[in-house]
């Protein structure tokens, strides 16, 4: 997907194509969908967490951020395939939803959704 199909628009991320090559935490499909996690601290805080948790992962360069928002890029070891992984911090709920997809594929072998687990759990711990 291009970079400016992607982002945030009225709290809502791009929806997940018709493919198992991506997660998003507001899919409507449940083979794509991947629950939300919360956050207590500012979102300054929440946002400054993600992008140390980015920094640290091999093949990932964030690309974008905004007040309540991250874009991040990261390409597989073996093929340099890029993926895009999205963030979106509603205050609110005080919820972090996210999204990440391969651009192009059809599966990704459940890569999109590990990585989710991985950055979750990071961010949770």
Not at 20 to 49: H, I, R, W
Not at 50 to 56: F, G, P, R, T
Request: glycine share 4%; net charge positive.
């Amino acid at each position: 997907m291009s970079g400016e199909q992607l982002g945030a628009r009225d709290g809502k991320l791009a929806p997940c194509p018709n493919k198992p090559n991506c997660v998003s935490t507001q899919s409507e499909d449940e083979k794509n969908k991947m629950e939300s996690f919360s956050y207590s601290v500012t979102e300054g805080e929440a946002l400054a967490k993600l992008k140390s948790i980015l920094q640290n992962r091999k093949r990932t360069k964030i690309v974008k951020e905004e007040a309540n928002y991250i874009r991040a890029e990261e390409k597989s070891k073996l093929f340099k395939f890029v993926d895009d992984i999205e963030f979106y911090l509603d205050e609110t709920s005080k919820t972090v939803h996210f999204r990440s997809a391969s651009r192009m594929g059809y599966s990704d072998m459940g890569v999109n959704k590990k990585r989710m687990e991985e950055i979750r759990e990071a961010f949770l711990s």
